[in-house]
C-alpha cells in the first residue's frame, strides 16, 4: 500500500520569497492535515481538511500561509512571503476518517524541510 | 496546553523491554491515549491506542492504569531500530497535540 507522498522533501529560499509544498495522501482517506515542526518540537497542527472542506485552520498564519486541497485528494501548503522563523519541517499526514469514531490514526509522509535563509 | 507528562529522554539496552511512562492525570472519559514515534528525518508512525483496556499489537503494548491517569508503552524486545522520539497524546477527535515526547536510544 502506498503512504503519504510529498514534495519536495529538501527546499532552501531566500526570505521574502515565495514557497509550495505538494502533498498526495493515502488513496481513500477523507481526512488530510498539514502540521508544522520545528526542530526540537513536537509537530504542531496546521490545518485540517475533510474531502475539500477546511475543518480546523485555526493555527496557520493566515497573512502568510495558505492551503489548498482541490477535487478532495491532493493537497498545496503555500508561503508567501516567507519569514525566518518559517524554517521547519513541513509534515503531511492523512486518516480515514479524521476522528469521527473517536478514534483517529493518521499516517505521515515523510515531510519537506525548508530553509528560510 | 500539554495533555500528558513524558520524561526528556531514556536509554535501553538492545533486546530488553523498554518501558515508557506518560501522565495524563486530567484525562477525560472520551479520551483515547495514542502512542507515536518518529524515527531521524522520518514522519511520525502510530504505535498504538487504548481507551480503558490494555493493547497489544505486534509492536508494542499499550498498559492504562485504572484510573487513567497514566499509561506505560512497552516495547517488548527493543532493537537499535527503535530508537526515536516516542509521543504520548490524548485526544477524543481529530485533534493530536504532540509534545516534546521522550528520546528514547537503544544501545548495543
Known amino acids: 500500500e502506498a503512504g503519504v507522498a510529498q514534495s519536495p522533501r529538501y527546499k532552501i529560499i531566500e526570505k521574502r520569497q515565495s514557497v509550495a509544498f505538494w502533498c498526495n495522501p493515502i488513496s481513500g482517506h477523507a481526512t488530510l492535515y498539514w502540521y508544522q515542526q520545528i526542530l526540537g518540537q513536537g509537530p504542531k497542527l496546521l490545518i485540517q481538511?475533510?474531502?475539500?472542506?477546511?475543518?480546523?485552520d485555526s493555527q496557520l498564519p493566515k497573512d502568510r500561509f495558505s492551503a489548498e486541497r482541490l477535487k478532495g485528494v491532493d493537497s498545496t501548503l503555500k508561503i508567501q512571503p516567507a519569514k525566518l522563523e518559517d524554517s521547519a519541517v513541513y509534515l503531511c499526514?492523512?486518516?480515514?476518517?479524521?476522528?469521527?469514531?473517536?478514534?483517529?490514526?493518521?499516517?505521515f509522509g515523510p515531510g519537506t524541510r525548508l530553509t528560510v535563509l | 496546553d500539554a495533555k500528558t507528562t513524558q520524561p526528556t529522554s531514556m536509554d535501553c539496552a538492545e533486546g530488553r523491554a523498554a518501558n515508557l511512562p506518560c501522565n495524563h492525570s486530567?484525562?477525560?472519559?472520551?479520551?483515547?491515549v495514542y502512542w507515536y514515534r518518529q524515527i531521524h528525518s522520518q514522519g511520525p508512525q502510530y504505535i498504538i491506542h487504548g481507551l480503558k483496556n490494555n493493547e497489544t499489537n505486534e509492536m508494542a503494548s499499550l498498559i492504562i492504569t485504572e484510573d487513567r491517569k497514566s499509561s506505560t508503552l512497552i516495547l517488548p524486545h527493543a532493537t537499535l531500530r527503535d530508537t526515536a522520539v516516542y509521543y504520548c497524546i490524548v485526544s477524543n477527535d481529530y485533534k493530536l497535540s504532540f509534545g516534546a515526547g521522550t528520546t528514547v536510544t537503544v544501545r548495543a
Open positions: 481538511f475533510q474531502n475539500n472542506g477546511v475543518v480546523d
Open positions: 486530567t484525562i477525560s472519559g472520551n479520551e483515547y
Open positions: 499526514a492523512s486518516s480515514l476518517s479524521g476522528g469521527a469514531y473517536g478514534y483517529n490514526e493518521q499516517f
